[in-house]
């Protein structure tokens, strides 16, 4: 991302503490509510009023606690996998592979808890499980990052098509040796020990994985903002140049960043399965790197701006179960409602400097 | 004969990724690369599949099908040429929407049935032992791609459009120069781009599946977008390419029809791994013919 970003220690596009912030503001929110006014013309068109329908989004988000609880469920994921995006886009790139990072991560997560974790104790299986996301997540990232640098592939082409290959890879697995023996003809795993499920809010669904994903995204910001590794990758990905010119490895940089970024994504995976699936299906965490991939555009590539939308993302996917059991909509209507958003985000953005 | 069945199939599943990819080839060579493909494929194949449903020509789909393509990559252009906002990542958003709206508008669509495309055989001409089948017993969307490839290349490579086109993708400044408004250019190439994709779509549902399911395209825009580059930027090896996932995908539907005990699910990632190996080996080969505006945005520069 060229464009200037709000980092809280700027190596690129610092904001001059002096100028007027109104005109900004008020063009701000104009392209936050502009996809809204969109949307809600198009409801119309299906009879559904859109007023109401944005007064029971905010009404089941913020009326009780099982609400607030599942907005936040929905937004685990996409934290994570929007650090998955957010992190490598510092150093320049576009990494889209969250999708497939999570699935991968979402598998060994599985293959580890029923092959090997099945007598653990919680203390002990649970972190355990949550490398094994980690790891199958960055090895995943890895396919990506040495396409990048040993093969000079562009890693936008190469993390969506291999988010294929991750997809049909998850399916062979709990189609094959994965499959749960008492399913009949069901896709799935046996389901994981109770003792390698998260810990679980009183009065909600809402699990110890959202604690996992604030923490990490403190901690990428951390990084990103305070550290000298931090400070390396954002010089990278603000001015390649001037990065190569400074005596900086470019190439190991942008390895271990998108094997970082592929470590996020699975533990997102090994979160979907131990906090809320307990069983790895076809369908698990399907569309969620593509989601976090949302999350982090329109926050600017912020970890901590990520919390953020990624609890307005949440919001937007429970709103969409809402249209489906109330007005007979289809949960894919809020998926316009993301992209309508994020297209208003990307085109009311300041021009790109060349 | 399954040799037979295997070309034949490749060039009849190859043909909606082949559209695509020389779409997308007239965008890259004015430099603008749209991943959005992917969702002016879908496009076009529900805006195809939803007017043969109700005027009963699939004539009239097609032109539908590569309106709807082309519609949807007007956002894109509007955004990327005119907006300066961030190639990849607006062209993922389109990609996004595209699945997103054609899964809502379309799912009304997916238990009707449609007659469609079907193969006309060329009279004589397929009457040629082995190679009559495989190469003149197609729809006719498919003559007409294959017609195209060389008049594209004609048009790139020996006409003033073409050196117009592609200096909108190699130096701006030349155009401006001629008094050629070059963003004009490429909002031209970037709408043609996204009118064949959805031409492409159309074929994938009026001839090749005959039916219209959710997310159908499964990732043929994005492997068109990539067979771009495995092509270095040439007409005439995008549509070798095309053919190649065509087999891939032919030769996955047939192994599956043998029963010979491999998992379906390898023979599915068979072209989307072949697509990858291609590039590498392209890449290994070192080529100069990236346009010059489009080898910013791969380096990650985001562009405009």
Known sequence: ?354 | MITADILTGAIRSGTSVMLASQGELLSERAGVINLGTEGSVLAGALGAFATTVWTGSPWLGALAGGVCGLLLSAIHAFLVISRGANQLATGLTIMFLGIGATSFLGRDFVSEQIVGFNPVAIPVLSDIPFLGDILFNHDPLTYLSVLLVPCLWYVLFRTRIGVILRSAGEREEVLFASGINPKLVRYLAVLAGGFLAGVGGAQLSLAFTHSWVENMAQGRGVVAVALVIFASWLPSRAMLGAYLFGAAQALQLTVQQQGLGISPFFLFMVPYVLTLVALLIVERRKHSNTPEALSRVLAGEGGG
């Open chain 1, 1 to 354: 991302m060229k464009q200037p970003t709000f980092v809280p220690v700027g190596v690129s596009g610092g904001i001059g503490p002096f100028r007027s912030n109104w005109k900004p503001l008020f063009k701000q929110l104009l392209v936050w509510l502009s996809p809204f006014v969109v949307f809600g013309v198009f409801l119309l068109f299906y009879h559904v009023n859109p007023l109401r329908l944005y007064g029971s989004m905010v009404q089941s988000t913020f009326g009780d606690l099982y609400g607030l609880g599942e907005v936040l469920l929905k937004a685990t994921p996409f934290i994570l996998t929007g650090l998955a995006a957010a992190l490598p886009a510092k150093a320049g790139l576009v990494n889209v592979g969250g999708e497939g990072q999570l699935a991968i991560g979402a598998l060994f997560a599985t293959g580890s808890a029923v092959f090997l974790l099945e007598r653990f104790p919680a203390w002990l299986g649970i972190p355990i499980m949550l490398l094994a996301g980690a790891l199958g997540g960055a090895l995943w990232g890895m396919l990506i990052a040495a396409l990048k640098v040993k093969g000079r592939l562009n890693e936008t082409i190469t993390s969506v098509l291999l988010n294929y290959v991750a997809g049909y890879t998850v399916a062979f697995f709990v189609h094959g040796i994965l499959k749960d023996p008492e399913s009949f003809n069901w896709p799935y795993s046996p389901e994981i020990a109770w003792t390698l499920r998260l810990p679980i809010f009183d009065g909600t669904r809402l699990h110890v994985g959202f604690i996992i994903a604030i923490v990490l995204a403190i901690v990428v910001w951390y990084v990103l903002a305070k550290t000298r590794l931090g400070f390396r990758i954002r010089v990278l990905g603000s001015n390649r140049h001037a990065a190569e010119r400074a005596g900086m490895n470019v190439n190991r940089t942008y390895f271990w960043v998108l094997v970082a970024a592929g470590a996020l994504a699975g533990i997102a995976g090994m979160i979907e399965i131990s906090g809320i699936e307990g069983r790895l299906r076809p369908t698990t965490g399907v569309n969620y790197g593509y989601f976090g991939f949302l999350a982090a555009m329109l926050a600017w590539n912020h970890p901590l701006k990520l919390l953020g939308t990624s609890f307005l993302l949440g919001m937007i996917s429970v709103a969409g179960n809402t249209l489906e059991i109330g007005s007979g909509l289809p949960a894919s209507s809020a998926t316009i409602l993301m992209g309508l958003v994020l297209l208003f985000i990307l085109g009311g953005r300041r021009r790109a400097k060349r």
